[in-house]
């Protein structure tokens, strides 16, 4: 045993050691780290998985890694500017007669990383590839072309079968190009990985492993110049916490994450350490108009007037999502897309006393467990499913249910993973839910398209596509239809009034907060980031082709 | 002769075990300490209103507040009011302790002392089933359990710590009935043709009171901290009010990194305290069973020169 | 040998439940949860990663329960465990690959440390009876026994991480700034990353150590050979370390296997603290993720690195305490 006891000395005696070392070796190794920061940006976006080094622009799981840094699409549209339009592979377009036809001019000196120019067969080559094979047409844009040819040297012309020209920001914003050569060569476009992708893109992939990928500047992009910041890191997180505190410690300038209390977490580290959260589409209630109860639409207003939406925002989202409004329309990033006097109307959206008239004007009193019933007996209470992983939701729900507590409505957060709450939703299982559409666009049409056209519901026990409370309204599609037909901004506009009164007279969902995208940025090693003042593109570093716009503002300080 | 002992050991009811028991309890200092800090828990479980005023669930107050007269642990990022939220948690705590403690023993007993005195085929595949379910890492076991069940309230943790958790008191009491089972006085019982059942739980339970009792602390034990842990995770019904569940917002909104470490370090304290009450217990009943375990009170070897050691006073028990 | 084959017996029994288990869960389940997975990817797995997951979880399949059971433990037995979910299209062993090491160096580090010191402590504990190290003992690891492993990771965090910025508390080194390879900066991160959820292991696990073997140690310094010992006029350590401790492990051999299951729940909770990316802070990932076939291969993994360490610890008592080898 004099034996054990040595062998415990001697391994207590290095272990210390050991730790003494990596004491200062740590303690030097995070001050060493942010010196060795210069021009090289990394960036913090977890993403739950290591990477696969697939870069393949048409796979939905690889896009936030190619489409933006390599590839490139025809224009830039910025949905913060209501839908500002910067030209990138494409020096101008133009509408054909009636607004059934779009015609782009190709720009000319745009080479390919490996050396071989863009031409404009390669744009039509893109386009009919996303024809050829629909799993590859993530925007959906064959659902409204009907045509896409070359023809002329450098043009491309694009056949619509109806007007549709809100679908210019998938067309021309959402589609990357891709090189002829290279991909009429592959066997099986939709499973083809493209490990070595090869586009017209500021960056190159030099080198990807599964914990990380390096970015280099790409000699021979067509801007000159650019990009300034000649190198990116981009590393797998598989953890929040990881991806947070590498952001806290410096680690990481660009971020795109959830941070809670960021303040303390993560400004008050450095006063270079700078956030920003642009608002993007509404988080709602989403009630199923089929369930008798709900289908009352004096109801649905009432649940509108009983939420405090300023307390859902500070108290379940920590104020980061700012609260909606019952218009529909995204505040301040479609402000000017609001109808003011409609606002002013409808007055103070938190207003319990006028919602508990509205209920008892549909019938409803306060029985004795202070809950509404009507004459039927029937009372106001249901389920509303969420998904259980979003805690900030969670909390949310929390707060919406006392605040309809007070009015007499009960309801029960039943609280889903990600797979059956998809399931419920989508086949019209549940009575009331909370969601956000997935799509944003460069004005509130597309959001508000997605809840409110017929086109994409379904009965119940189907799938719906995107509108999923199953609200049908023949004179609310013929506005939508009519706002798709047309390139007048007064037209639109008009329409877009008359929509906003329709959500709040129908009330088909019930927008509580605002969802946002998540930003962080710092300021010590790099300047040109987009902020509210100068919001030039959508600054997560997720957002494509946006992050292109982003890399290339950007410069080393 | 045999008789007259049948007799006088037949008067070991549970009464006379249960009086020895507190006898114990009140000389040995850890099983004093357990009990009081056991019954502040019971107590501010029964009435938690009386001790804390405000409400657990609603998000009343101003986030973010740091310890006051008016918040004694301060607030949540929600508002809600720390010191509520942990004194009412203090219910689904200890309903599981007791609950799945209770349970796990019975399961145990009944698996352990079935096994011992029914011998034979019963003996080996019961033990082998109890074995199994020993080595098994029951945490994973847990996690993967839940994970399918997607979580779920109490009553599934409740469920699925009992239905996992008894082995390991299992196989003790089995041990502790096989060293019964040679007994003059369950000899004497069998002689007389009294039925097994009988034997079991009127002679056998009865014996192995102190062990029982130590394996439902045992047990209420490892469901504390199972569950909590469970809750932890992310496992169990974050809308329960718990000091798992408290654990699980904390850590969700970086309570450390934030400045809100009470938000963590609270309901850790508590489950620790709670854990430390069954522990204390579980420890003085091991002492009392096993005399030579009792600390020993130092005395001044002056008065007395030739004394036999402690060790080997301690050493004249062994039964 | 008897012996040794009952418990290589006993070992195969064990994984061939745990094998059943993992079967029997996924179907038992009301709903199977992996055909509410399969949604999830809308028809975008390879057939192979399809097929691997009918065997798995009996989605989509028309087999009966027992050919069921056949294919899934010759699936497992072969090491195929599929494809991750959560890592799509990665595998399940490559991505458990990464991960294991992580583990191994944490748990294996700490816990053998733990075992020396502890025992160790627990020697001198008993055989200084009354001394100041054994009253303080109990209590304070009593208490110790009771804490929750997570809190003393997350105290450890405050206190060293926190508010004395003295070592890095996130993950297994810095993922943003360090190549993992032989140099110098990624080994010193490595160690200072491991530092805080080392050493909160073992404050966890070392009371049970030093309890065991004092335990054990004062049962055993009764002996009437430990007198003998004595009354010979042999030196104190001499008697407490070749007499006494010698003969005392050989229970806590035993007991190193049982504890065993609580140091990979203590692991498990102290990774996911630390996000200390190993086995058991992937498989709360998994859980999280729903990804089933990395949650049950990882299940069937930790419970084959407990047996096999249980195993080893059977085999060592078998080898050093002779009375084991008789037939019982």
Known sequence: MRRLIKAGTVLAAVTLAGALAACGAGAGGSGGGSAAKTATLTISNENGALWTCDFSPFNGSDTLLSVGLVYETLDYVNPLQDGKVTPMLASAYSWGAGDKSLTFTIRSGVKFSNGTPLTAADVAYTFNLLKKYPALDLPGVWSVLSSVTQTGADTVTMDFSAPAVPWFYYIADQVPIVSEAIWSKVANPVSYPDSHPVGTGPYEVNPCTSANITYTANPSYWQAGEPKVKKIEYPAFTSNNTANDELATGQAQWGAQYIPSIASFYTAKSPDFHYWFPPTVNVSIVPNLTNPLLSNAKVRQAISYAIDRSQVSSLGESGYEPPANQTGIVTPTFSSSEDSSLVAQIGNSYDPAKAKSLLEQAGYKLNSAGVMTNAKGQQLSFTVINIGDYSDWVADMQVIAQDLKAVGIIVNPDNLTNTDFDADLYYGKYQLAFYDQQTFGPSPYYELNNWLNSADTAPIGKVAATNYERYSSPATEALLNAYANTTSTATQQSIMNQIQQVMVTDVPIIPVVEAVDWYQYDTASFSGWPTASDPYAQPSAYAYPDMEQVLLHLQPK | ?319 | MRYVLRRLGFFVLTLWAALTFNFLLPRLMPGNPALAMLGKFHGNLTPQSLNALEILFGVNTHKSLPVQYIDYVHQIVTGNFGTSLDFYPASVDSVIGGAIWWTLGLVGVTTVLAFVLGTGLGIVAAWRRGGRLDSLLPPVFVIASAVPYFWVGMVLVLVFGINLHWLPYVDGYYVATDTPGLNVTFIEDVLSHALLPALSLLITTIGTWILTMRNTMITTLAEDYVRMARAKGLPGWRVMLDYAARNAILPNLTGFAMSLGFVVSGAILIEYVFNYPGVGFMLLQAVQGEDYPLMQALFLLITVAVLVAILIADLATALLDPRTREAR
């Open chain 2, 1 to 319: 002769m045999a008789l007259q002992a049948t007799v006088e050991s037949r008067r070991l009811p549970s009464s006379q075990a249960l009086n020895r028991i507190g006898r114990a309890v009140r000389s040995n200092r850890k099983a004093t300490a357990g009990t009081i800090l056991l019954g502040i828990f019971i107590l501010v479980a029964l009435f938690p209103g009386v001790i804390a005023h405000d409400s657990p669930t609603l998000d009343a107050y101003r986030p973010h507040l740091g310890l006051s007269s008016a918040h004694l642990l301060g607030t949540t990022a929600y508002g809600q009011d720390m010191w509520a939220q942990l004194v009412w948690g203090t219910r689904n705590v200890l309903e599981i302790a007791f609950v799945v403690g209770l349970a796990a023993t019975a399961i145990a007993v009944l698996v352990g002392i079935a096994a011992a005195y029914l011998g034979g085929l019963w003996d080996g595949s019961l033990s082998v089933v109890t074995d199994v379910l020993l080595v098994i890492p029951l945490f994973p076991l847990l996690i993967v359990i839940a994970g399918y069940a997607h979580g779920g309230g109490t009553l599934v943790l409740i469920v699925v710590i009992t239905a996992t958790s008894w082995s390991y008191t299992a196989r003790q009491l089995r041990a502790q009935a096989l060293t019964l089972r040679s007994r003059d006085f369950l000899e004497a019982a069998r002689v007389r043709g009294e039925r097994k059942i009988y034997i079991i739980v009127v002679e056998v339970i009865p014996t192995m009171t102190s062990l029982i009792v130590a394996s439902f602390l045992t047990n209420a034990l490892y469901a504390v901290l199972f569950a909590s842990s469970l809750q932890f995770i992310g496992l169990g019904d974050p809308n329960t009010v718990s000091w798992g569940t408290m654990l699980y917002w904390a850590q969700n909104n970086a309570a450390l990194q934030t400045g809100q470490a009470m938000w963590a370090l609270a309901p850790g304290a508590c489950i620790a305290a709670l854990g430390a009450a069954f522990a204390l217990l579980n420890y003085a009943f091991d002492e009392i069973g096993n005399p030579a375990l009792r600390p020993v009170r130092r005395r001044s070897l002056k008065r007395q020169p030739i004394q036999p050691s402690p060790v080997e006073q301690g050493e004249r028990h062994a039964a």
